[in-house]
């Protein structure tokens, strides 16, 4: 007799259940998604600001002529009292012992390396690098209190256009000696002197040289 063969049986795959979202769920969603004009809602996405690359050949940093400066400025046409009258500025911060707004008011000598420590010490040293002997320590005055200001400005603080003293003609426009520094509330033989600097076309400022007995 033929052996009759069973047939396997049918092994059923449980489908995955879905689990449904909460309501709370949902309407959070809903709002996440931004909506069209027309009312749709779409997907937001993240807008990349791209970045500004220079040019090639260009740097993206300030030149140093568009840095903000504390340098005095002046127009090239200002006047001998108005250069003298910026001089009078700084010989005031001098009297008021601000040594290094003093020489950040104006450009100076590149081969004087002057600091405002330097500065200092060769006021008070009486225009030299080293204490000399005998001599006290000075401090530079205010000169707007001196009794003779007006002298001093009028007769001992020059502003010389005519003479260059080897200075360049295509940069510098002259020179300027500030005489009779006031020490300790007297005249003294001390002297400071500047360059007249062309700024540009049409401006102009100090370049401080130096300090010294004359």
């Known amino acids: 007799m033929a052996t009759s063969k069973k047939k ?4 059923h795959k449980k489908k995955p259940t879905r689990t449904k979202p909460t309501a ?5 969603a809903k709002k ?8 749709k809602s779409q997907t937001a ?9 220079p040019a090639r050949g260009t ?3 300030q030149p140093p002529s568009a840095k903000a400066t504390s340098v005095r400025i002046l127009p090239r ?3 001998d009292a108005e250069i003298k009258a910026a001089v009078v500025d700084w010989s005031e911060l001098l009297a008021e012992g601000k ?3 003093a020489l950040a008011m104006f450009l100076h000598d590149r081969h004087g390396k002057w600091t405002p420590g330097k500065l200092e010490t060769w006021i008070v040293n009486y225009g030299s690098p080293e204490p000399i002997p005998g001599e006290p320590q000075r401090k530079i005055t205010s000169l707007r209190a ?3 200001v007006n002298n001093i400005i009028a007769k001992r603080m020059e502003v010389d256009r005519e003479n260059l003293y080897g200075l360049d003609p295509q940069h510098y426009l002259g020179m300027v000696h500030y005489g009779y520094v006031p020490l300790d509330g007297q005249c003294s033989d001390l002297t400071a002197r500047f360059h007249i600097k062309k700024i540009g076309d049409d401006r102009l400022t100090l370049e401080f040289l130096d300090i010294h007995v004359m």
Do not use: C
Request: charged share 30%; proline share 8%; net charge positive.
């Open 8 to 11: 396997p049986a049918k092994v």
């Open 45 to 53: 996405k993240r807008s990349k600001t791209p970045k500004k690359v």
């Open 77 to 79: 046409s200002a006047t």
């Open 146 to 148: 001196h009794h003779d």
């Open 32 to 39: 996440a998604r931004p909506k069209t004009a027309s009312g």
């Open 99 to 101: 040594y290094e707004a």
């Open 59 to 61: 740097s993206s940093k």
């Open 24 to 28: 709370r769920a949902t309407a959070t």
